[in-house]
């Protein structure tokens, strides 16, 4: 079945720890997005690529990394510098740039 | 001013009823437009989207885009319980890497039995 697959679906982390997110699409999409959501609020974009090797810095990229080494494939990391890094996160692709976005099961992170 | 703004709600209508959900954007290169729903800790789903002005249906659903008055609609007819979830508006904007899709804080709907 094609789809978004984020893993895992629950994350603990320590303060102070890297933390890597996993987002692989086999829906052959170019784009590839990464948003954050808080409890009862709207999703911020973190990063987004429209290529491989490239990607742009969205709203809220400070604290987090990305790699597109591979157009499946959109790993996200939350440094140690994320001040508050707890949150869902969801990981989307679309065909092109300027069509809908499918969305991925989403990671809920908690720093403990 | 954020780029795409909704109101959060609660919207609360009755079984049956029409909701009507309301959404602007500050970009008018803004150029397609969607409604997404997304229930309690879930991943959003795409319920429509709308790139030319006027109604586009889809069952119970209607959206209204008007690019003058930088305003996209949702309406839902014969509104169900199982309709109560967040709404989120979003628009895809154009940037330096691309275009980007931006996402409004979402309306919380209540559909009462």
């Known amino acids: ?112 | 001013q954020k780029e795409v703004e909704q109101n959060s709600g609660p919207l609360s209508v009755p079984e049956g009823a029409i909701a009507s959900l309301n959404c602007t954007y500050s970009d008018r290169g803004s150029q397609s437009f969607f409604w997404y729903r997304q229930y309690s800790g879930k991943s959003p789903e795409l319920i429509m989207f709308i790139y030319s002005n006027g109604d586009k249906e889809d069952g119970r659903f209607t959206a209204q885009l008007n690019k003058a008055s930088q305003y996209v609609s949702l309406l839902i007819r014969d509104s169900q319980p199982s309709d109560s979830a967040t709404y989120l508006c979003a628009v895809n904007l154009q940037d330096t890497g691309g275009f980007k899709t931006i996402f409004g804080a979402g309306t919380r709907l209540f559909v009462k039995a």
Not at chain 1, 9 to 18: A, H, I, T
Not at chain 1, 89 to 101: D, M, P, R, V
Request: one cysteine or more; hydrophobic letters at 30%.
């Open chain 1, 1 to 112: 079945d094609g789809g978004i697959t984020q893993s895992p679906k629950y994350l603990f982390r320590k303060e102070g720890q890297n933390v890597t997110l996993s987002c692989e699409q086999n829906l052959n999409h170019d784009a590839m997005y990464w948003y954050r959501q808080d409890p009862g609020q709207g999703l911020r974009l973190i990063y987004y690529s429209q290529i491989v090797n490239d990607f742009q810095k969205g709203d809220i990229a400070e604290g987090y990394s990305v790699s597109r080494e591979k157009k499946e494939s959109f790993p996200l990391t939350v440094t140690s510098a994320q001040k508050n890094p707890t949150a869902f996160y969801l990981c989307a692709s679309s065909t092109s740039e300027n069509t809908e976005a499918f969305f991925g099961q989403g990671t809920r992170l908690t720093v403990v």
